[in-house]
């Protein structure tokens, strides 16, 4: 069924959605505080560059496609990465990833053919001098050290040709008996707000403790995460600041119940598993062993979550700043509850080559139960406010899969806000909806891995398109 663990990740400053705007994570931080991202819009946790090795194996050259805009627009969005060295050791293994965009250099290439007129030595040296733009070129270098059994250090930076300075990150897990701790520190940290806008904080350090899903569906988390400088928009454009970037440190502690109930079930059995051949017996297994078993289920998740910010004034000038683009002040101190309900259908087993998967998720979202409650007394006292928040209303995303042929599955992520309307002419409230965010994938599930799948996914809303590799995350 759908994640629904997003509902309280999604508070916190650490979850990450896949983007190809960066090289070797893959993936951009939620911005905290929002609405719910889209299930399907979660990265991998997978690290980019051990995706690049194992999907290379399936692409000519080793070379894997993606689709992003660039803040050049003679760039191009279409860019090729691809993993060129990768060296393993006993308890550390390096890698260095690479990526290219093409559309730039075979613009210059055709400049220089159509202006010249006669092939001479230096011709060739004009085009050569292109393939040393900079611009064309971003590369980044990956680290991953075993400090213990339990514990790991990852180092990265990457440079981006297109753009000034570079990206580097620190991250430190360990792993106890019944919690995660994360310790993670970025310079810069780029950032994805629900509106598909990017935003790059210069400074973003964080600690967070992380309980395992007990038995009884209880869950906890407590971090402290530290903004520093004031962040700005990845395009032009003038968009709201979020208040949750502003320059800062902020204490957040949150708490989730989680609990699901089978409607009906068709359990596997041997007969499913084994097939009689006239050669003999075969052993086939579902494609994902996730998808075994044909059922309809309901789920639910309520928590809560605090949060208290100490500072977030560094300077007069950054007050300036920012005082125009947000109209709200942040609040030292905040708690709300939220909560999510599923409804899930599948029909198949998925093992079949054709028409053996067919699965529906149909999740309600609230994100803020104040903010909701805000909005609904506003509609009894018939009064209107200038200030929206994104909060106020609930969200609908629907899942959708359908097996094309074999492990080959279409898949459609799409959320609906449900928003209140009023008739100028009768003066009635009433329930309006609207598409909110969209995102379509290919997903080929890999039997080998019981539950790995290739995914190529694109987001109309974000121009963006991009192809990862997923396991162990329905």
């Known amino acids: 069924m759908a994640n629904l663990r997003t509902a309280m990740d999604s508070g916190f400053g650490d979850l990450n959605i896949a983007s190809p705007q960066t090289l070797l994570e893959g993936s951009a931080k939620w911005v905290p505080g929002g609405p719910f991202p889209l299930d399907g819009a979660r990265a991998s946790r997978a690290l980019r560059v051990q995706q690049l090795s194992l999907l290379g194996n399936g ?8 689709y992003s805009p660039t803040p050049h627009k003679e760039l191009g969005s279409f860019s090729l990465q691809s993993l060129f060295l990768r060296h393993e050791f006993s ?34 040296k004009d085009i050569a001098k292109h393939f040393l733009d900079k611009s064309l070129y971003s590369l980044g270098l990956c680290s ?64 967070d403790c992380s309980s395992l899903v007990s038995e009884s569906g209880l869950r906890y988390r407590v971090g402290l995460h530290k903004n520093s400088g004031h962040p700005q928009a990845l395009d032009s454009s003038h968009n709201e600041l979020p208040l949750a970037l502003m320059p800062g440190l902020c204490a957040k502690a949150a708490f989730s119940y989680e609990k699901s109930k089978d409607l009906w079930r068709q359990e596997e059995t041997k007969k499913d598993v ?50 125009p683009l ?6 030292p101190f905040s708690a709300d509850m939220f909560g999510s309900v599923c409804y899930t259908f599948q029909h198949g087993k998925f093992r079949k080559l054709y028409g053996d998967l067919t699965r ?115």
């Open 360 to 474: 529906i998720d149909a999740r309600l979202d609230i994100c803020s139960a104040s903010a909701l409650a805000e909005r609904v007394s506003k509609i009894f006292r018939t009064s209107s406010s200038n200030a929206e928040n994104p909060l106020y209303s609930p969200r609908l995303s629907l899942i959708f899969q359908q097996q094309v042929a074999g492990p080959l599955v279409f898949r459609v992520d799409s959320k609906f806000l449900l928003d209140s309307w009023s008739s100028s002419s009768s003066g009635k409230q009433g329930i309006g909806m609207h598409m909110e965010d969209l995102i379509c994938s290919l997903n080929y599930h890999l039997r080998l891995l019981h539950s790995g799948k290739v995914v190529a996914w694109y987001s109309p809303k974000r121009k963006e398109a991009m192809i990862e590799l997923r396991l162990f995350e329905f």
């Open 59 to 66: 692409f000519p050259l080793g070379i894997i496609p993606s």
């Open 274 to 323: 084994i097939v009689e051949t006239k050669r003999g017996q075969f052993w086939r297994p579902a494609y994902d062993i996730r998808l075994k078993e044909p059922y309809s289920a309901i789920s639910g998740i309520i928590g809560g979550i605090c949060a208290a910010w100490i500072g977030g004034r560094e300077s007069s000038a950054t007050d300036k700043i920012a005082r």
């Open 144 to 207: 991953q050290i075993s400090l213990t059994s339990s514990s790991s250090l990852l180092l990265s930076t990457e440079a981006q040709g297109e753009r000034k300075g570079r990206r580097s990150r620190t991250m430190l897990i360990h792993k106890l008996p019944n919690h995660d701790l994360t310790m993670e520190a970025a310079w810069p940290e780029l950032y994805i707000d629900h509106n598909g806008k990017y935003w790059d904080v210069p400074e973003s350090i964080s600690l």
């Open 326 to 331: 947000d109209a709200k002040r942040r609040s």
């Open 91 to 124: 308890d550390w293994w390096l890698g260095l990833a690479a990526q290219f965009r093409p559309k730039k250099l075979i613009s210059a290439i055709k400049a220089e053919i159509h202006g010249g007129e006669e092939w001479e030595l230096s011709a060739f």
